[in-house]
């Protein structure tokens, strides 16, 4: 499995390197800045996940890579917008230092504001997606939802307002479907929704399998924080007890946090069953999540 996934990697790299404006066309501190933001290294599980759902629906892989492309770049403007002074004040990311460090935090809100605007351009543009009108709008619609006040950046203002707060269980997990599910569900469903092949049940069981890893991704997110080190972090250990932020390690101790990431995962994988071998990939991501863990 690990030479598909290096495959499908060197793909989404080679597509996002054509979809980015080079560094020498004007205005060209924001295109070197863009470009050194998404071309920064990461292991593009959201991509992955786009590609790895459509292999399971029997969509082409030239199909998918406008949706991977817009996942990617979604995710890469949150990581640029979140390590700003303003938010988690972050110097580390993928090992190098953050968009605001290496260039300035003006640039670093503009390259954000840009690759949100890339990603939304190429599900419109992208002619190698062969989607018709009605399901092109759809994901656009879904990616929209997902990144906005009802998924991701609402997640985000959830989180920056609870720092320091005492918050329950619920509400932490409220918080995380907001801000890291909602974009990890969106990239299963960008392809479910290219997909002709996909009825309402294999929606429902992918829907279900995105968002048990969603949540398992996160709380293995907070485990690594406290058992993680820097360098294989490529950010910096312990930023979130630093900000005061809740997590599930603080809320449910460490241990526990571990099986309830198990449990999720396990969860995840009953839910694809029915896809048998073409799942393969699903599969293996959501395995690899409670691999980092342990």
Known sequence: MKPLISELQQRVEARLQDWLPAASIH?????EAMRYSVLNG?????????????MALGVPLEQLDGPACAMELIHVYSLVHDDLPAMDDDDLRRGKPTCHKAFDEATAILVGDALQALAFQILAQDRSMLAAAEPRLAMIQHLAMASGSRGMVGGQAIDLAS??????????????VHKTGALIRAAVMLA???APSANEDDTAKLDHY?????????????VLDVIGDTHTLGKTQGADQALGKATYPALMGL??????ALELVNQALSSIERFGEKAELLRYIARYIIERIH
């Open 192 to 194: 479910t929704l290219g």
């Open 210 to 222: 995105a968002k048990c890893i969603g949540l398992a991704f996160q709380i293995q997110d907070d």
């Open 42 to 54: 990461g292991k593009r599980i959201r991509p992955i996940l786009t590609y790895g759902t459509g």
């Open 255 to 260: 241990e526990a946090s571990k099986k309830e």
């Open 163 to 176: 720092a320091g707060k005492t918050v329950s269980i619920a509400e932490l997990e409220d918080m995380h």
């Open 27 to 31: 205005p060209q501190m924001l295109h």
